[in-house]
């Protein structure tokens, strides 16, 4: 089991990231508009941690690699995203420049320890003309922490194309950042002692991506609300056009982030004893980049039996449907009193 990112209000605050030729981000989407033609971070001198750090995995043999470098949670436990995003790193390796990542498929079997490295074993299952898959085992004290299979396509024209409408939200120059919502909580002189502490913790982690939120949660958490979250996201730092496999581990990796705490929202008299990650799937539809801004789209349609399933859609700032998510995870409660949300 992986952290999820996202037990408490304070927690939400903080996580609220045509032709066969092509190698790069320059193939055109069914609506004929590239990425390079979407305005790109703000730092284009600073390459983003994400691929100098944080994905960057070591070779250590064929098809064996060692992820050294990890975002830690204030839960202690390995974060989820960081985890997927190292092992399908690790199965692009092993599959040519012209075959592209269309999905992967993960369950997360045993909490990460941040203490020590995570060996990435890759197994060539199928290379196919069209499609190949590969099977990663992310292993931690010789046992598997995370099993995730990947597969890998070969772009093909299509005939049939069809996609959801992106919602109409402001555009992310239009909203504050996690780190300015959090300015304005601290400037309330009436903010209980207990509160200023959490919010300091926030500003004080340094996370490798940046979140918008469309419609920020109340923060003392009173208002019950509908169990979907709109946020833009996007990789700190430059990583350019690159590789699209690079593109699609930087997504992966955002993909997990404050997911699962989307369920929890119609229930604020309850805050999460144990959450987890349980699996995760993911599916990718169209070229974009990854330090652009996204709309992160988390709904979830059910909850039950201590589980909660999300399921989200990352959409390209022109529309375009870039990525559709889904995961089950563990959501243990207890009953909160309005003396503890202070």
Not at 308 to 333: K, P
Request: glycine residues 6%; contains cysteine; proline residues 6%.
């Amino acid at each position: 089991m992986a952290d999820t990112g996202g037990e408490s209000a304070v927690q939400d605050l903080k996580h609220e990231t045509e032709g066969v030729k092509d190698t790069t981000l320059r193939s055109q989407s069914c609506n004929g508009t590239t990425p390079e033609d979407m305005p790109s971070s703000d730092t284009p001198d600073l390459r983003s941690i994400l691929v100098t750090s944080v994905l960057n995995l070591e070779t250590l043999d064929a098809d064996l690699y060692r992820g050294k470098h990890h975002w830690v949670p204030r839960s202690q436990r390995l974060f989820g995203g960081q985890i997927i995003g190292q092992a399908l790193v690790a199965a692009a390796k092993s599959v040519t420049e012209h075959l592209f990542a269309h999905s992967l498929h993960c369950y997360f079997v045993r909490a990460g320890d941040p203490r020590v490295p995570v060996l990435y074993q890759v197994e060539r299952t199928r290379d196919g003309r069209s499609f190949s898959v590969r099977s990663v085992k992310a292993i931690q004290h010789g046992q598997p922490i995370l099993i995730c299979q990947a597969s890998f396509h070969l772009q093909q024209p299509s005939t049939l194309e069809h996609q959801f409408t992106m919602p109409t939200v402001p555009p992310p120059e239009a909203l504050l950042t996690v780190e300015q919502l959090v300015q304005q909580y601290l400037s309330d002189p009436n903010l209980a002692v207990k509160a200023r502490t959490g919010l300091n913790n926030i500003l004080a982690g340094e996370v490798p991506i940046e979140i918008k939120p469309v419609n920020p949660p109340d923060f003392y958490r009173h208002i019950a609300m509908e169990p979907k979250k709109l946020f833009w996201v996007r990789a700190r730092g430059y990583i350019g056009e690159g590789d699209m496999k690079l593109h699609c581990c930087v997504a992966a990796y955002v993909s997990d982030y404050a997911f699962l705490g989307t369920a929890v929202l119609p229930f604020p008299e309850f805050r999460a004893q144990f959450s987890a990650s349980l699996d995760h799937a993911m599916w990718f539809h169209n070229t974009f980049r990854a330090d652009q801004w996204m709309l992160y789209e988390c709904e979830s349609p059910w909850a039950g039996g201590s589980r909660g399933l999300v399921q989200g859609r990352l959409w390209r700032q022109d529309g375009v449907l870039a990525a559709s998510c889904a995961q089950e995870g563990v959501l243990r409660m207890m009953k909160t009193s309005p003396e503890s949300k202070l």
